[in-house]
């Protein structure tokens, strides 16, 4: 499965910082739950990424 494949998944996500000074990623889908940590500048680097994607999406939606 790719960036590119669409799946009929319905998931939530919540984001936060964790009493340890982490940024978390905690993602629900169904039974699954997955929570990811990243240290602050990990964080930011992950969201640069997505403000990045999304100018490219604005691109290819034109």
């Known amino acids: 499965m790719g960036i590119n494949s669409e799946r009929d998944i319905e ?3 919540q984001i936060g910082p964790t009493d340890q000074g982490m940024v978390r990623l905690f993602i ?3 039974d699954v739950e997955i929570p990811m940590d990243f240290d ?3 964080a ?4 640069e990424e997505i ?3 999304a ?5 290819v939606a034109g």
């Open 11 to 13: 998931a939530n996500m």
């Open 28 to 30: 629900q889908a169904g």
């Open 40 to 42: 602050p500048e990990e």
């Open 44 to 47: 930011e680097e992950i969201a």
């Open 51 to 53: 403000r990045a994607a």
């Open 55 to 59: 100018q490219a999406a604005r691109i």
